[in-house]
Nanobody
Framework: QLVESGGGLVQPGGSLRLSCTPS????????MGWALQAPGKQRELVAT???????IYADSVKGRFTLSRDIDKNTVYLQMKSLKPEDTAVYYC??????????WGQGTQVTVSS
């Protein structure tokens, strides 16, 4: 189970922080991160924590989005800055257990509009 929060409406250039808390330790997964799905488009990965703490970002968000984690809260965050209208999408947290398929959160809407 994944509990997501933090979406909403923000003006272009603004910031939002998404959070994701899994029911298991964040260190029990091979990977954990975020994907987005814009209307009429396929879901695409935007930011991932891999084993060892390596962070991988999609080119479209590099320099604007930052992954972080709070071990005490067992939570992973996606800090989004300099948001653009094209960032508007439903954002999904996901985890990749070892040897299993990805699990997805329920999604949280991010709308960037003036």
């Amino acid at each position: 189970q994944l509990v997501e929060s933090g979406g909403g409406l923000v003006q272009p250039g603004g910031s939002l922080r998404l959070s994701c808390t899994p029911s298991r330790s964040i260190f029990s997964f091979a990977a954990m991160g975020w994907a987005l799905q814009a209307p009429g488009k396929q879901r695409e990965l935007v930011a991932t924590f891999e084993v060892g703490g390596m962070k991988i970002y999609a080119d479209s968000v590099k320099g604007r989005f930052t992954l972080s984690r709070d071990i005490d809260k067992n939570t992973v965050y996606l800090q989004m800055k300099s948001l653009k209208p094209e960032d508007t999408a439903v954002y999904y947290c996901y985890v990749q257990p070892y040897g299993e398929s990805n699990y997805w959160g329920q999604g949280t809407q991010v709308t960037v509009s003036s």
